[in-house]
């Protein structure tokens, strides 16, 4: 879109060009209104500042006005974060705590983890891709929000971020501490 432009004519140009998916502009209060009208016909993606995907879909309830008509085209809230990477040369195995492994969801069968060496590793000399810090490169985790019927509910019924994101867990939906986990256990991330 280009200053001027109207954002409910550039949808619906778009829709006539039969796009399956659009990508619109970030999420406020007055384009939400624009997207609940359209996002009944085609499938829109928007991005918010939000801190996870259960507080986004609080804060969109409040943004809407009308419950029902958010819920009637939101399907999927999806968040992202970046987190560091192990550097893949110097990175150190360990065998873990049970005790850790269990505190923190990982399967007790895991044998090895992985963490950045020591700060007083005097024994080798720096590595030249991390610069001695044990970390190179960053990853994006994941977490999603389905609005099934009973998440469906809850926000109509008003409830906080909390109870959502219980909910979701409760339907074993991909939260962040998951994905940052299965991560920890392919070895390119630490606890």
């Known amino acids: 879109l280009e200053e001027g432009d ?45 801190r996870d995907s259960a507080d986004a879909i609080v804060q969109l309830r409040q943004l809407s006005g009308n419950v029902n008509d958010l819920l ?22 360990y065998r873990p705590n049970p005790k850790i492994l269990a505190k923190v969801g990982l399967p007790p069968e895991t044998k090895v983890l992985y963490r950045p060496p020591p700060a007083d590793d005097e ?19 994941f977490e999603y929000i389905e609005l099934t019927e009973p ?12 109870a959502i994101r219980a909910q ?11 994905d940052a986990l299965r991560l920890v256990a392919e070895g390119r991330t630490s606890l």
């Open 6 to 50: 109207d954002l409910s004519a550039a949808i619906m140009q778009i829709r006539r060009a039969e796009a399956d998916v659009i990508y619109v502009p970030p999420v406020s209060k007055e384009t939400l209104p624009v997207y609940l009208e359209h996002g009944k016909h085609i499938c829109l993606i928007a991005e918010m500042q939000a």
């Open 72 to 93: 009637a085209v939101l399907k999927l809230v999806l968040s992202q974060r970046l987190i560091r990477l192990l550097c893949s040369k110097c990175r150190k195995a």
């Open 123 to 141: 024994d080798e000399d720096t590595c030249r891709q991390c610069g001695g810090t044990g970390y190179f490169g960053r990853v994006g985790i």
């Open 151 to 162: 998440l469906k509910e809850l926000v109509t019924s008003g409830a906080d971020a909390k």
């Open 168 to 178: 979701a867990r409760q339907e074993r939906m991909q939260s962040f501490q998951g």
